[in-house]
């Protein structure tokens, strides 16, 4: 449906540079969107690997801990002595203006914070199965995190560039196309105006030469 907007000249190209705009808009947000996907791709792959992995890695952690317990009967107050993780540090990375985190996690080798005397090898296989834990999971929460702010970005993008391709440009097609329309019919009339004045001006010096011939 075309603007309501008066047809002249400088409307029409306000409205063409208005649609130039549109298309160069929507370009625009189809290459992010493109990109986008592709990453979002990517990163749905790098989650699938992960996910096996932690379940994995899980699996193994939980089954050293249940040794642990059969071994030393509750393990609470050798786990007490572990310290709080604190190597984990948070960045973003941004792909096509979409802020995605970037989690990391300082390699260390696992130092024993507990006594030998009262513990087994089970306590510390457990021990270090956890701390591979923290990694996978660490990893995960980036890549996941990373896809819900690439599946709201795209979800984003995808509404504009639709209201741009079904709404806005055909809009601004169809009043440029009303506007030059408008102008061309008034060109037509005013030509046809000066022609019928033309020949209403002839007829008359015509008549007026065969006055004087008389």
């Given at each position: 449906?075309?603007?309501q907007?008066f047809p002249?000249?400088g409307n029409?190209?306000a ?8 298309l160069?808009?929507?370009d625009?947000l ?7 996907i ?10 699938g690997?992960l ?7 899980y ?6 801990l249940?040794?642990?317990?059969i ?8 786990a007490?002595s572990?310290?709080?993780e604190?190597?984990?540090?948070l960045?973003?990375?941004?792909v096509?203006g ?8 300082e390699h ?6 507990y006594?030998f005397?009262?513990?087994t090898s089970h306590l510390?296989?457990a021990?270090i199965?956890?701390g ?5 999971t660490a990893e995960l ?7 819900y ?5 795209i979800?984003?993008t995808q509404?504009?560039?639709?209201a ?15 506007i ?8 037509r009339?005013?030509?046809?105006r ?5 020949a209403?001006?002839?007829?008359k010096q ?7 011939e008389?």
């Open positions: 449906m075309a603007q907007v002249t000249k029409l190209i409205m063409k540079r208005s649609l130039a705009l549109a160069l808009g929507y625009l189809d290459r992010k969107r493109n990109i986008l592709r990453e979002l791709m990517s990163l749905v792959d790098k989650a690997s996910r096996e992995r932690i379940e994995t890695t699996s193994e952690a939980y089954h050293a249940m040794q642990a317990n071994a030393l009967g509750v393990v609470t107050p050798f007490a572990v310290p709080v604190e190597g984990i540090g960045y973003t990375r941004s096509m979409v802020d995605l985190p970037k989690v990391t996690l260390h080798r696992p130092e024993v914070n006594g005397l009262y513990t510390d296989k021990y199965a956890f591979k834990v923290k990694q996978v929460a980036e890549v996941e995190n990373s896809i702010r690439l599946s709201v970005a979800r984003k509404r504009r560039a639709n741009l391709q079904n709404i806005i440009i055909p809009n601004n097609r169809a009043t440029v196309k009303y030059a329309d408008s102008l061309e019919e008034k060109e009339e005013e030509f046809s000066l022609k019928v004045i033309k209403v001006k002839l007829k015509a008549a007026a030469s065969d006055k004087e008389t």
